[in-house]
């Protein structure tokens, strides 16, 4: 009864160097959501999928790439990491409905030096 | 302005004691709306949806106010274990998304 998986769950990058977050899930979902969270800031969305094969901008997408490989996967590029992208990043996915449930992996701790 | 408004706390208070969270939104196509746990470190959970005839849920009653615009998360006889953020999240009709507040930060002492 996986849920969403996320890994890495902890990650360090230098400056400039690239990586993809990797989201899964087993739910048959349609919608999947990736979120950042930094203090005192609460969850900010930064890319979601409505859908296989649609992904629109969030409130912070600058500086990350999204791809929905399928119906259970969504995953999060850093291109080019940046100290300000230190972040816990969580993947969320729900149902189509509109009273549908949102079900988050455990995080992934980012830290960019 | 932010499409979904929380104080942010924290709020203190003692094991027993009643306490409510306010949570406003500004977008009127907001459909659907819920509130979610958030322990330390961990993932947020769904604590419960809120409907309008308002509902409970043991300890836990919550409200929606369309008229106004906002929503709210009533705690009675508050536990140790109520200790967590609180996060007031809408989805709006049309966008397919769910968007959160900054959460509330709630601390329940002995």
């Known amino acids: 009864n996986a849920g969403v998986t996320q890994t890495p769950k902890f990650q360090v990058l230098k400056t400039g160097q690239s990586m993809t977050l990797q989201c899964a899930q087993d739910m048959n979902h349609n919608s999947m959501y990736w979120y950042r969270q930094d203090p005192g800031m609460g969850l900010r969305l930064i890319y979601y999928?409505?859908?296989?094969?649609?992904?629109d901008k969030g409130e912070v997408p600058n500086g990350y790439n999204v791809s929905r490989l399928n119906k259970r996967e969504f995953s999060l590029r850093l291109e080019s990491a940046a100290p300000s992208q230190t972040s816990v990043y969580f993947c969320a996915s729900s149902g189509s409905g509109i009273d549908t449930e949102a079900f988050f992996g455990q995080g992934t701790r980012l830290t960019v030096v | 302005r932010k499409e979904v408004e929380q104080d942010p706390g924290p709020f203190n208070v003692p094991e027993g004691a009643t306490v409510a969270f306010n949570c406003t939104y500004s977008?009127?196509?907001?459909?659907?709306f819920f509130w979610y746990r958030q322990d330390c470190r961990k993932e947020p959970k769904l604590l419960m949806s809120v409907y309008s005839s308002g509902n409970e849920d043991g300890r836990f009653t919550a409200q929606l106010n369309r008229a106004s615009q906002y929503i709210s998360l009533l705690i009675r006889d508050s536990k140790l274990s109520d200790s967590a953020t609180y996060l007031c999240?809408?989805?709006?009709?049309?966008?397919?998304?769910?968007?959160f507040g900054q959460g509330t930060i709630l601390t329940v002492h002995p």
């Open positions: 999240v809408v989805n709006i009709r049309g966008y397919g998304k769910l968007t």
């Open positions: 977008n009127s196509a907001s459909q659907s």
């Open positions: 999928s409505a859908s296989e094969g649609t992904t």
